[in-house]
């Protein structure tokens, strides 16, 4: 299982961030993700606790879970179903107000499921092409958010 983190500061409200963060049809600003959408919709909030998403990356289909969703603090989710397959631990997002804003610290613990050579996808292929997707994602959270004079 490969632990995968992304960190970055967001110069805007907590309160905006996580929103932002947590509509993950805005994903598709990223250039590595094509299609995200709500497919059911969470107990208390559209993207909170219990929704599902589904979303299209050039890299394979996820269908995840909402597990935890404490805003604007943290939430947490499970990828239920892939293709390819993966292996999924979990997914987490934590938001922190600092004097630049809001940091924001992504990790997930996956894996690609594939005898002898699933160690070397994840950490050579898998692992890459997730931190880069995560990192444009938030860069694309910056520029959309950002305070600028």
């Known amino acids: 299982m490969?632990?995968?983190?992304?960190?970055?500061?967001i110069d805007a409200p907590i309160d905006d961030v996580f929103a932002w963060l947590t509509t993950t049809t805005?994903?598709?600003?990223?250039?590595?993700?094509?299609?995200?959408?709500?497919?059911?919709?969470?107990?208390?909030?559209?993207?909170?606790?219990?929704a599902v998403r589904s979303h299209l990356w050039m890299i394979g289909w996820f269908r995840e879970?909402?597990?935890?969703?404490?805003?604007?603090y943290a939430t947490e989710y499970v990828v239920e179903r892939s293709l390819p397959p993966a292996r999924h631990e979990v997914g987490r997002m934590t938001f922190t107000e600092t004097d630049g804003g809001t940091r924001?610290?992504?990790?997930?613990?996956?894996?690609?499921p594939v005898p002898l050579i699933g160690p070397f996808l994840t950490r050579r292929v898998a692992r890459p092409i997730i931190t880069r997707t995560f990192g444009n994602i938030?860069?694309?959270?910056?520029?959309?958010?950002?305070?600028?004079?």
Do not use: F, K
């Open 138 to 149: 938030l860069a694309a959270a910056d520029a959309a958010l950002a305070r600028r004079p």
């Open 104 to 112: 924001v610290c992504w990790t997930t613990r996956a894996e690609i």
């Open 2 to 9: 490969e632990t995968m983190i992304v960190e970055r500061t």
């Open 65 to 72: 879970r909402i597990s935890h969703y404490d805003p604007p």
């Open 26 to 50: 805005n994903y598709t600003a990223s250039p590595l993700v094509l299609r995200c959408r709500l497919t059911r919709q969470g107990e208390t909030a559209p993207y909170g606790l219990g």
